[in-house]
């Protein structure tokens, strides 16, 4: 076996954290939410909603890919046996918390989901008699999407998020708080298991990047058809644009993945994820971290609870 840490210490990291922490947070996504959560923008609201109906079905099936590669480990890797640790949990955590508030928004109108949900049981069902390998390079690849996302969702906080529910926003800001801290464990265990098997891993990345957008599509396609606007031009128009700058924003991490010598720690985390994380940190227990989406800088300060 290959062992990554080795080689990635050699070489330039930025962004390396010590220990990967599950936080449980009660949010409250159940209720006093509406699924238009961004008065100004319902086109986003649903592209969201859409992306949050594909997580309970997607980050299973990360966690028992990841689970499965674990008992492959060197038994002398402790840390990546403990990355791949921390990786579960959070995302444990991320289902979880995406599941409830996928109830919320089925129990507010939008009954024409099933369709999507019983396509995504039956697509990672089926994925379940891919090889390991396969598996892993998907797992990575959504990974690195993550990144992209991240980039994008941080950069333009205040247009996608600004006088929008704060409790959304809080709640899907902090999963991609965790998404950073946890970017280099999928390519991590992929690299310890099979080197730098550079196709397979493309393969992935755009496979998945490409899945989980189709998936998230049928989502969002029906909840707008609900609402009356899919067919409307101006608001076809808007998501348009909408999904333009999603692609155009994830761009950049999905290039710099082609590199044959990638790896995530080599990219520098936003300052604000950072920022975040030192701010939950000095939150007393049970505390939630709302962000103040009137705050035209939406700073993770945390100061309104
Ligand atoms: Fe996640
Ligand atoms: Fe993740």
């Given at each position: 076996m290959n062992s990554v840490t080795e080689t990635c210490e050699a070489e330039e990291t930025l962004s390396a954290r010590p220990e990967i922490a599950a936080r449980?947070?009660?949010?409250?996504?159940q209720s006093n939410i509406k699924p238009i959560w961004n008065p100004s923008k319902p086109e986003w609201s649903h592209m969201v909603n859409g992306a949050s109906l594909t997580m309970p079905y997607l980050e299973p099936f990360l966690n028992n890919t990841m689970r499965e590669g674990m008992k492959l480990i060197d038994k002398d890797n402790e840390k990546l046996l403990s990355d791949v640790k921390?990786?579960?949990s959070q995302e444990a955590q991320h289902y979880q918390h995406h599941r409830k508030y996928n109830e919320m928004i089925k129990g507010s109108g939008y009954k024409n989901l099933s369709q999507v949900e019983d396509k995504m049981t039956l697509d990672y069902e089926k994925?379940?008699?891919k090889s390991l390998q396969w598996r892993l390079a998907y797992t990575a690849g959504f990974e690195t999407m993550t990144m992209g996302i991240t980039d994008w969702l941080v950069n333009q906080r205040q247009f996608l998020f600004g006088g929008a529910d704060p409790k959304v926003a809080s709640f899907i800001l902090w999963h991609f708080v965790e998404e950073t801290e946890h970017k280099n464990v999928a390519i991590d265990l992929y690299k310890h298991l099979y080197g730098n098997e550079y196709f397979?891993?493309?393969r992935g990345l755009f496979g998945a990047s490409f899945h989980i957008a189709m998936l998230s599509r049928q989502g969002y396609m029906r909840m707008l058809k609900t609402d009356g606007r899919w067919n409307k031009w101006r608001s076809r128009l808007t998501l348009w644009k909408m999904v333009g700058q999603f692609f155009l924003n994830i761009?950049?991490?999905m290039l710099r993945a082609l590199l044959p010598n990638y790896h995530p720690s080599k990219v520098k985390d936003p300052e604000w994820v950072n920022q975040w994380v030192d701010a939950y940190s000095?939150?007393?227990e049970g505390e939630?971290?709302?962000l103040d989406t009137s705050d035209p800088e939406i700073s993770p300060l945390f100061n309104q609870i």
């Open positions: 449980k947070i009660a949010f409250g996504l921390g990786f579960i994925m379940k008699s397979a891993r493309i761009a950049p991490a000095k939150l007393e939630i971290p709302i």
